[in-house]
């Protein structure tokens, strides 16, 4: 893992996000998270 940076990055997101779901003090970063994720989604043009 340490010679790809990429499933790296995606190991430290998975264990981000399971951190933040199981954490009750973790509810406001992963709502700041969440708006932030839904406003870049809204930005990207959809198909019709």
Do not use: Y
């Amino acid at each position: 893992m340490v010679a790809l940076p990429c499933p790296v990055i995606v190991v430290i997101l998975v264990g981000m996000v399971i951190l933040f779901t199981e954490s009750v003090w973790a509810k406001r970063p992963m709502a700041h998270f969440t708006d932030g994720a839904n406003a870049i989604k809204k930005k990207i043009p959809q198909e019709p």
